[in-house]
């Protein structure tokens, strides 16, 4: 009975189709449509939408969500690990940081000595709120273990600490972007997925709204101030490209950094439109740059895949947002004692492995360990993206409830189409839903319990050991 209930494990791992669905394409490469329909649509076309405020205020929220969930993928802790070739671009990015926001309170009469102070507590002080506010904040909501707690706190982080900075001085997404790299705790990656949906969604009304705000006519004019804005950006990548080939000597990482920053980005954005409320930006060169980003943006997703492409020719590098170092691992989902039992296993072993858990006091007990365990949602895309998933080699899924099981496996099974994912179950009927969303092996729990009983109660009455294994077997 046991070998026909757990025959699986002998079964050779099962191979997928590897290609993404049509979503996770359009995620990677991006959709130029849409600043082209926001053009259409907007006051320079048909004028379905009119009010340019209102459109600059929606775009500005969706930019400060994707640059809250910037802030939280490029984290202090990876700086570190790189600290000797970053510390020039990082001293410049803080000093430009409260520069900027010192030029903001000069323009509003304080001397320069006042805005520099200014500037400087400005900074200070989201990243003190993000550091020691934000982490124990999230702690107590994540040990609430309320599902629908942490979406709101997730909100309120993003949202109140970029309003929080734009009342110090700061721009709302410049805030909500340091919020986002400062609040590095270990619930930030949960932080990212639950806000994840709605980014996507003010993102994609970003994109539009720089449609809406162009107007042709305006740069028709003057046709040169956009080719030589054009130039100007395309001169930035291969200037970026130069600097970290020189600095990193790898072709492969110049010429994806090259390419992928040849285009107007989400910052320049921002700086633009604070120009332009400043009236520092003409209306001619306003218009130029949102022609020259709708043009860069058009063109970036040929330009990576062509990047891709031309770096397939150097060394090949994880891919994936994940972490860096994670490879062929193992993934451990659910950190209650059977993985914690696992996890034992797989350090004192030697293989990696990376373990996760939505209970926060599992989290932290394995972290005092010196388990790698992360606090977060393992049915979210980006949760395990985040765990390296995609280059995981096994997966061992140990949940206590069903569903959260099932979604589990199924995300994974899309995540990676090829590592080996084994389910502990609690009863022998959820086995075949669970291998139809993908587990290559579901072992359920209640009948290991029955074996390990009769095991123990025929031991305990004196029959033979060779005995007691043939009825196990």
Do not use: C
Not at 70 to 94: H, K, N
Not at 98 to 127: D, K
Not at 326 to 335: S, T
Not at 442 to 463: K, N, Q, Y
Request: overall charge positive; glycine content about 10%; cysteine-free.
């Amino acid at each position: 009975m046991r070998r026909a209930l757990l025959r699986r494990r002998d079964r050779p791992p099962r191979r997928r189709d590897r290609r993404p669905d049509r979503r996770a394409r359009a995620r990677a490469a991006g959709d130029p449509r849409l600043p082209g329909g926001g053009r259409a649509g907007g006051p320079g076309g048909l004028a379905l939408v009119s009010h340019s405020e209102a459109i600059g205020e929606l775009a500005e929220l969706g930019v400060a969500l994707l640059l809250f969930g910037v802030g939280i993928e490029f984290s202090l802790e990876r700086l570190r690990r790189i600290l000797p070739r970053m510390i020039a671009s990082g001293t410049l990015q803080v000093a430009g940081t409260v520069g900027a926001t010192a030029l903001g309170f000069r323009a509003l009469g304080l001397s320069w000595p006042a805005a520099l102070l200014a500037g400087t507590t400005a900074l200070a002080a989201v990243l003190v709120l993000a550091r020691a506010v934000l982490p124990r904040a999230l702690a107590l909501v994540a040990r609430a273990r309320t599902p629908e707690l942490f979406p709101l706190a997730a909100l309120v982080v993003a949202f109140g600490t970029a309003l929080g900075a734009a009342r110090l001085g700061l721009s709302l997404p410049i805030g909500a972007f340091l919020a986002g790299l400062a609040s590095g705790s270990r619930y930030a990656h949960q932080v990212f997925a639950e806000l994840l949906p709605l980014r996507d969604a003010f993102v994609a009304i970003f994109f539009t709204s720089i449609g809406m705000l162009f107007e042709p006519a305006a740069i028709a004019r003057e046709p040169m101030l956009l080719a030589g804005m054009v130039a100007a950006v395309l001169f930035k990548g291969a200037l970026t490209a130069a600097i970290v080939a020189v600095l990193w000597r790898s072709a492969r990482l110049a010429l994806l950094t090259g390419f992928g920053l040849a285009q107007i980005g989400e910052f320049s954005f921002v700086l633009a439109r604070q120009g332009g409320v400043a009236g520092v930006i003409s209306e001619g060169l306003a218009q130029a740059f949102f022609g020259a980003a709708i043009l860069t943006m058009a063109a970036t997703p040929f330009l990576m895949r062509a990047a891709r492409r031309l770096a397939l020719v150097g060394a090949a590098a994880p891919a994936g947002g994940g972490a860096p170092d994670l490879a062929d691992h193992v993934l451990v989902v659910g950190y209650g004692v059977t993985g914690q039992a696992v996890a034992r296993v797989l350090r004192e072993t030697g293989l990696p492995f990376v373990a996760v858990d939505l209970v926060a006091d599992a989290v932290e007990a394995g972290r005092r360990e010196g388990m790698p365990v992360r606090f977060g949602d393992a049915s979210r895309r980006a949760v395990l993206e985040e765990m390296a998933a995609e280059r995981a080699r096994a997966a061992v899924v140990a949940v206590g409830d069903p569903a959260a099981t099932r979604r589990i496996v199924s995300q994974l099974r899309q995540t990676n189409p090829t590592a080996r994912i084994l389910v502990r179950v609690r009863r022998v009927g959820e086995i075949e839903e669970l291998e139809r969303l993908g587990a290559d092996e579901a072992i359920p729990s209640e009948f290991e319990t029955s074996i390990e009983l009769f095991v123990r109660l025929l031991t305990h009455l004196g029959v033979p050991r060779h005995v007691v294994r043939v009825q196990e077997s």
